[in-house]
């Protein structure tokens, strides 16, 4: 079953907009993941934000964690063309990082 | 470079003929894993193992070996392929004491007729 869902499917944007991602999943997690995808390529990580921690920051890139709502969003700042990409958000929430499981991600398009 | 390595990349090949897509990782990685990733369903994991000779099922393991010989080495083995195997596979690996942060590979993209 899959843990972490994304949403939206898909976001289309103009350069220089922010461009918010949002994932939901369903049990309790030690750590939240996540990663950026280009087409057919293999995945990137950006970010991993743990449980006990409520905001990260890296670089343009923003990812809150409510374990209360059970829910995480990516905040992209000042968009670029090249951010387009497909974005996964990854849990650990059966048992350990060994069964890290995959929502099914938001295709990201920047609009240039 | 630290990097996992797939190969092949693509493949065309037909039903029932065995193959194998070979993964390396230079990074001395304990833990490896095997994901397929389809159009509407996202990456699903096929495989694990966590260190040499240690492997386990992930979500969709039927049709399906692997091997840890080596902790470099974590081969995908399809022994009769079928159509419904058609898919982008993933390697990929991460330390054991880390926190899980993945490093993938660039995916080989498979095409059983």
């Known amino acids: 079953s899959q843990q972490g869902e994304e949403d939206p499917q898909a976001l289309s944007i103009q350069e220089g907009e922010n461009a918010t991602m949002n994932c939901s999943y369903k049990?309790?997690?030690?750590?939240l993941q996540w990663y950026r995808q280009n087409s057919g390529r293999g995945l990137v990580h950006l970010i991993l934000?743990?449980?006990?921690?409520r905001e990260k920051h890296s670089g343009r890139l923003r990812v809150t964690l409510d374990t209360s709502k059970k829910s995480s969003s990516l905040l992209i700042t000042a968009s670029r063309a090249a951010d387009t990409a497909s974005y996964f958000c990854a849990t650990d929430g059966r048992g350990g990082s060994e069964k890290l499981v995959f929502g099914k991600g938001t295709k990201l398009t920047v609009n240039p | 470079e630290a990097q996992v390595t797939q190969n092949p990349r693509y493949l065309i090949t037909v039903t029932g003929k065995k193959l194998t897509v070979t993964c390396s990782q230079n990074?001395?990685?304990?833990?490896m894993s095997w994901y397929r990733q389809d159009p509407g369903l996202g990456l699903r994991q096929i495989y694990y193992s966590m260190n040499v000779e240690v492997t386990d099922k992930g979500d969709v393991p039927e049709g399906y070996k692997v091997s840890r010989k080596e902790k470099r080495n974590f081969p995908l083995i399809l022994e009769s392929p079928s159509p419904n195997q058609t898919s982008l596979y993933f390697c990929a690996s991460s330390r054991l004491e880390n926190t899980g942060e993945l490093f993938f590979g660039e995916g080989s993209r498979l095409t059983v007729l």
């Open positions: 934000i743990r449980s006990n921690e």
């Open positions: 049990t309790s997690i030690n750590n």
């Open positions: 990074m001395n990685h304990e833990y």
